[in-house]
């Protein structure tokens, strides 16, 4: 089972929106609404920042919001904050073989 | 407030098996959920190793199964993790996870552990 595809980086200014892609196939992403997506910052352990796509934890500022069409998962985050810089991950249920897949991971840079 | 807390040596050498438990505080293993074992690699992405039931029913990357046990000890609030056969690929920070749903949603996090695989 490969790793699902993010891309190496993206990055915005204050207060402009980013997407982060998260791309899969049908027996991960696109066959299950269980993606969730991991805030990181460097030497720390990872945060759940969505699950079930879409879904916020309690905490988690209603800034970032989750979606997926087909064999992708996005993240937004709006309204960017210094403190938005970090690393984030997807991760797809994969069915009961593969059970867990992580993304490849995407660094956010706060201009 | 759940705590997680992983713990064990730090170097390993090749060939040899890794071992990592993760103390639970805050909350009674026995009770519910899901409990995992994530790696990163240096410098890399993350790694779903496996996830144990609190029933004992255990889940593996498939990619790794032949060389991993994960067990849980309800009496001391703990699990573990053995990685048999290790090498120098299998040196990563070592995260242990409270999984709330099965499906890979991970809500409390151990503050990870580095174990360097050389001789």
């Known amino acids: 089972q490969s790793a699902l595809t993010q891309p190496r980086s993206v990055s915005g200014s204050p207060g402009q929106s980013v997407t982060i892609s998260c791309t899969g196939t049908?027996?991960?992403?696109?066959?299950?609404?269980?993606v969730s997506w991991y805030q990181q910052h460097p030497g720390k352990a990872p945060k759940l920042m969505i699950y079930?796509?879409?879904k916020r934890p309690s905490g988690v500022p209603d800034r970032f919001s989750g979606s997926k069409s087909g064999n992708t998962a996005s993240l937004t985050i709006s309204g960017l904050q210094a403190e938005d810089e970090a690393d984030y991950y997807c991760?797809?249920?994969?069915?009961?073989?593969?059970?867990?897949?992580f993304g490849t991971g995407t660094k956010v840079t706060v201009l | 407030q759940v705590q997680l807390q992983e713990s064990g040596p730090g170097l390993v050498k090749p060939s040899e098996t890794l071992s990592l438990t993760c103390a639970v505080s805050?909350?009674?293993?026995?009770?519910?959920?899901?409990w995992g074992w994530i790696r990163q690699p240096p410098g890399k992405g993350l790694e779903w190793i496996g996830s144990?039931?609190?029933?004992?029913?255990?889940y593996y990357n498939p990619s790794l199964k032949s060389r991993v046990t994960i067990s849980v000890d309800t009496s001391k609030n703990q699990f573990s993790l053995k990685l048999s056969s290790v090498t120098a690929a299998d040196t990563a920070v070592y995260y242990c996870?409270?999984?709330?749903?099965?499906?890979?949603?991970?809500?409390?996090w151990g503050q990870g552990t580095l174990v360097t695989v050389s001789s």
């Open positions: 805050g909350y009674s293993i026995s009770s519910g959920y899901y």
């Open positions: 144990i039931y609190h029933s004992g029913s255990t």
């Open positions: 079930d796509v879409s």
């Open positions: 996870a409270r999984d709330f749903s099965g499906w890979g949603f991970y809500n409390y």
């Open positions: 049908s027996s991960d992403v696109g066959g299950y609404n269980y």
């Open positions: 991760c797809s249920y994969a069915g009961s073989y593969t059970f867990e897949v």
